[in-house]
Nanobody, 124 residues
């Protein structure tokens, strides 16, 4: 059974930074495309970025380009989301997800496994 566990969320002031981690167990991490999504209260879960199994060039949703960076360490079965220049609009529950599909996708339906989420709150 594949399990994803996010950590690193918390409360930060606007302009600050956080680094989220997602540890994966029970599967073949090095074969998964890993994505990060977020869900604000009353809103749908939204794609933020993803990275291929090989750690190739990540791709991001426009609103986080230049502020968020995704990386992975296949030796540690962990993917990271470095978030800089945070604003209150970034407040949400952040989820990592794993996809077994070859093609890149920004849709939640393309991801097979999900973590439980970690809360990020940015105060103004």
């Amino acid at each position: 059974q594949v399990q994803l566990v996010e950590s690193g969320g918390g409360l930060v002031q606007a302009g600050g930074s956080l680094r989220l981690s997602c540890a994966v167990s029970g599967g073949t991490f090095s074969s998964y495309r890993m994505g990060w999504f977020r869900q604000a209260p009353g809103k749908e879960r939204e794609f933020e970025g993803a990275i291929s199994w090989s750690g190739g060039i990540p791709y991001y949703e426009d609103s986080v380009k230049g502020r968020f960076t995704i990386s992975r360490d296949n030796a540690k079965n962990t993917v990271y989301l470095q978030m800089n220049s945070l604003t209150p609009e970034d407040t949400a529950v952040y989820f990592c997800a794993a996809s077994t599909r070859i093609t890149r996708s920004t849709y939640t339906q393309s991801y097979d496994y999900w973590g439980q989420g970690t809360q990020v709150t940015v105060s103004s």
